[in-house]
Every structure is written in C-alpha cells, then in structure tokens.
C-alpha cells in the first residue's frame, strides 16, 4: 500500500522512514517537504544511504492524491488543516501527527495553539487515535489525530484508574519530562546546547498546548469534567518522556491493587507494559520501541498514589503510534512493523 510522509524531514518524519522501512504492507511512495523539495532524503540524513534514497517533493494535492492511498502529516500545527480536508475529499486518508485535528471545539484550539483553526468538517470526521482505547473508531477513520507525546504517556497511565473510580478526579497533578527530540529538528535558545546540556528547565507552565487535549480525553472516556495540574520539563537527552503522575487514592487501594488492575485493563494492548512492585520504569526501558511501561506506588502515609509511565516521544508518541493506527485502520495485525526491542543502554 503506497503511503506518503509530509515533513519528511523532521525528526518524526524521519522515524516514519525508519519504523515504514521495515513494514510488511506500507510502502513508502512519496517524501514531502516545504523547504527541501528536489533534494535526496539521503543529502540531508547520511545514515539513510542504501536504505532510502528518494528525493523529496513539493506538495500538491492532485499529484499526492494520484500517486497515493495514505498520507502521514509530521508538520508543525498549522499546516495539515490547509490540506486534509481537500485530500479527504479525493478519497485520500490522513494521520495527523500534529496538533491540528485533536481539539473538537475550534475556540479550545485557537486559544492554546494561537492559530486558526482546521475547517469544522474536518474536526467533526477527526478520530482522536488513542490506539488503545479506540480501536472501533479508528478501524473505521478517514483522519487520525494522532495524539501528542505527552498525552499519550499520561492518559494511558492515568485512564484506567480514573474510569475504575481509583483516583480522585480533582487531585491529578502531571509532573512531565522530555527529552530534546520532543522540539523538532529547529534549532533556537530553549534547545542550545549550552542552555540544556547540565541543566534543567520548566516550560510552558499552565499554559501548554496539551491541557486541553487531556482534559477532553479524560472527559470522553470517564465521562469526568477535569481539571489537571500539568508541567514540563525539558531534560537533557535525546529521546524519552517520563510522566510522573500523582494523585489521590479514593479507597483503601493498595500498589497490588493498581497493578492487578492495570494488568486485566490492559490485558489485550500489546504495547502497554506493567511493572510489579517496587519497579519503576526508565525511558531507556523503552527508547526506540512502540512500548509504553507504567508503575505505581501508592503511599498509605498520604493517601496518595504515584504513576510512573514512559514512552519513546519519537515513537509511541509520534511514528509508532501513527503506525499502529495506520494498521488499525487497515485491518492489520498492530503490532505490523513495530515489533522493536528496545535499545538498551
Ligand atoms: N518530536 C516529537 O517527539 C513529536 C512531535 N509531534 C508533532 O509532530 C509534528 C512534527 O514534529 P517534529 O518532527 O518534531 O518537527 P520538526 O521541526 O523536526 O519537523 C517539522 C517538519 O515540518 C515541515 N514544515 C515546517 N513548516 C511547514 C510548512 N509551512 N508547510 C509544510 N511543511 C512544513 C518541515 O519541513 P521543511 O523543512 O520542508 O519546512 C519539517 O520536515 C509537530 O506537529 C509535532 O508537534 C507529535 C508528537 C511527538
Ligand atoms: C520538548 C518539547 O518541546 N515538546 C513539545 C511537544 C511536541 C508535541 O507533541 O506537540 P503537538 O501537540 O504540537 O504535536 C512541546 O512541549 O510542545
């Protein structure tokens, strides 16, 4: 099946040419860029010589839509909903690994991403491509918004205890940390080595673009109006988000409990790794996999639990995901082409 990636050249774009490179069924047919079109894939990353060559192209509606059967947006927010809903139109499906079709309500999306919005048809035909929660909805998808990385991480650590009535829907706090790749290829100050190597910074408090993502999520499937205390951190690697969620335990729910729990919620998720007790998992447990690891302690001093989840930001926070969906909506095994081990150390 030919597929397509527009923002070849971006570092989530780059991981679709890895992780696509392997797939049984997907076969890359085009790479699209907006400032290096007529140049090799091959000139701009060395490390992809013998293995993917093509040239990059413009991108044109009428040519994707004739040479293609799906088309992968990793471009910044803004750009996907000036093309998808034309593509839609001619038949062509699209995964979106940007912000742009995420947020159902076209006000939410101006008011944290400080742009305008993508056309109401497309919002409304948009399924949120949360892989493991809904699979009916994305089997049957013309436009995945893939979810962001931080979100990713944190609605499948937290979902499941929230919907069983474990946690106190008012007491959720996200402590959120990222590694660098997590900005895109563009260089600038937040990113300068001098200023993260040896260091460590908080961003965006309050105000980052994902609130509003994860708050609607957790609305969809609990049915809950919540308002969670979020915050981000830049730390100095290269790939790995670890969110470190903190909550209040409604009952008398013990560490044994959340993991008994999680382990039968997520019994048929393949990607989705529970620790036992007293493990807790690092980013390296899962650098360059699909895999998303959690853990948890509960505190019986405070009443309070911690969730500890970490995923790959470039995989199952962006390509991977995109992947998964891509299977889903084509019937495939989800694991097709993401079988990784991780990379360790
Ligand atoms: N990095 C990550 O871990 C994650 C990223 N995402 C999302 O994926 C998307 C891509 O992110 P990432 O790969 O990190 O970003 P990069 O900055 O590394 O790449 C962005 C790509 O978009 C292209 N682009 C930029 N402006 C335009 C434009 N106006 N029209 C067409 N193409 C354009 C760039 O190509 P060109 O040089 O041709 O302009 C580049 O290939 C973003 O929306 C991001 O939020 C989601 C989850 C995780
Ligand atoms: C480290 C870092 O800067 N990370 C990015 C997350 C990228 C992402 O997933 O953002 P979208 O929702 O726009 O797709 C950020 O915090 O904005």
Known sequence: MKVGIVGANGYSGLELIRLLTNHPVAEIEMLISHSTSGQSIKTIYPHLKDI?????EDLTIDEVAGRVELLFFATPSGVSSHYIASLIDKGIPCIDLSGDHRLLDPATYQAWYHKEPAPIKALNQAVYGLSEFFQTEIKDAQLIANPGC????????????????????DSIIIDAKSGLSG????????THFAETNDNLKAYNLGSHQHIPEIEQTLKKVT???TRVTFSTHLVPMTRGIMCTIYAKVMGSQTTEDFIKEYKTFYKNSPFVRI???????????????????????????????????????LVKGAAGQAIQNFNLMNGLDQQMGLKQVPMYP
């Open 275 to 313: 620790r036992e007790a007293g493990q807790w998992p690092t980013t390296k447990d899962v650098s360059g996999s699909n895999y998303c690891d959690i853990g948890f302690n509960v505190d019986e001093r405070t009443g309070q639990v911690t969730i500890v989840s970490v995923i790959d930001n």
């Open 223 to 225: 049915q809950l109006e």
């Open 183 to 190: 900005a895109g290829r563009g260089t600038s100050l937040m």
């Open 150 to 169: 931080y979100p990713t991480a944190t609605l499948l650590g937290i979902l499941p205890a929230l919907k069983k009535g474990f946690i106190n829907k």
């Open 52 to 56: 993917c060559e093509m040239d990059l």
